[in-house]
């Protein structure tokens, strides 16, 4: 018997997934715990460092109101943008 032709598997696109304002801020607030990585919340959280660098401009333009978790500075908020941009680009960087 001959092998006719070939099957191409296609694979549907992932979902959209909805963060609601409180997750994006207890997201956001993850990055300013002391010795937290700030690469490795979005990957904890399985999104991508752009999703979290916009929700860190919407809390510091007070758009996303950020929960005080144990740890957090809060005003190393305006660090964290700078970070999260640059995570992707292989060193391992502290918002600190």
């Given at each position: 018997m001959e092998a006719v032709g070939f099957?191409?598997?296609?694979?549907?696109?992932?979902?959209?997934?909805?963060?609601?304002?409180?997750?994006?801020?207890r997201i956001v607030a993850e990055t300013l715990v002391a010795g937290v990585s700030v690469n490795e919340v979005p990957r904890?959280?399985?999104l991508k460092a752009n999703h979290l660098s916009a929700w860190?401009?919407?809390?510091?333009?007070?758009?996303?109101?950020?929960?005080?978790?144990?740890?957090?500075?809060?005003?190393a908020l305006f660090g964290?943008?700078?970070?999260?941009?640059?995570?992707?680009?292989?060193a391992d960087r502290s918002n600190h």
């Open positions: 099957v191409e598997l296609l694979a549907a696109p992932a979902a959209k997934r909805y963060q609601s304002d409180e997750a994006k801020a904890r959280a399985s860190c401009m919407l809390a510091r333009q007070g758009k996303l109101v950020v929960p005080e978790i144990t740890g957090a500075e809060l005003g964290v943008a700078k970070a999260v941009r640059n995570a992707g680009y292989g």
